[in-house]
């Protein structure tokens, strides 16, 4: 009982360790260079024919076990926006699209308190996207691999909210999906 007791404290230590500092009782904050986004990607179905629609869902979820994070709040598909879709044949050679997503939003007002999202710890934003098997090159017979990576269209510079995830922050990969189209 007495090693089981040792072993859950340290294993609670360790875990909080990089983001709590138990010796000063403060956040460490300065320490962390980064917030931790994690990016997760979702779709209606798994296997497809070559006229259907595929349905996915994005999120953007704040990882971290103590730290808010504040995100761009309009999220939008393009290189331009705030998601990237990739696709990848079974061959792992990328997917040329038919589509080209390029959302442009209307410019940031970044005085709007309400551009920018706080997202608590485990909170996520997220948002759908519906496009056609054909328009995304997909509808050959064969299994794809999709993911989306995350980028802020937003430098940090142009905020003063803080911690916020800007474009210096670079890409955050999604999981990887596979789909079947028959």
Known sequence: MKRALILLVVTLFLSFGDQYSFVKGQSSTANIKKPKLIVELTADKKVYRPKDDISLKV???????????????????????????FRRDAKDREVPTRFIDDYRGNPPDLTDPNTLVRLAPGQFLGRGYKNSIYNLNLDKPGKYRLWVEYHSPISKSEVRIAPFWGSEDGDVKSNVLEIIVR
């Open 59 to 85: 999120t953007v979820k704040n990882g971290a076990l103590l730290e808010n994070v504040f995100i761009y709040g309009d999220l939008g598909f393009g290189y331009s926006a705030s998601f990237t879709l």
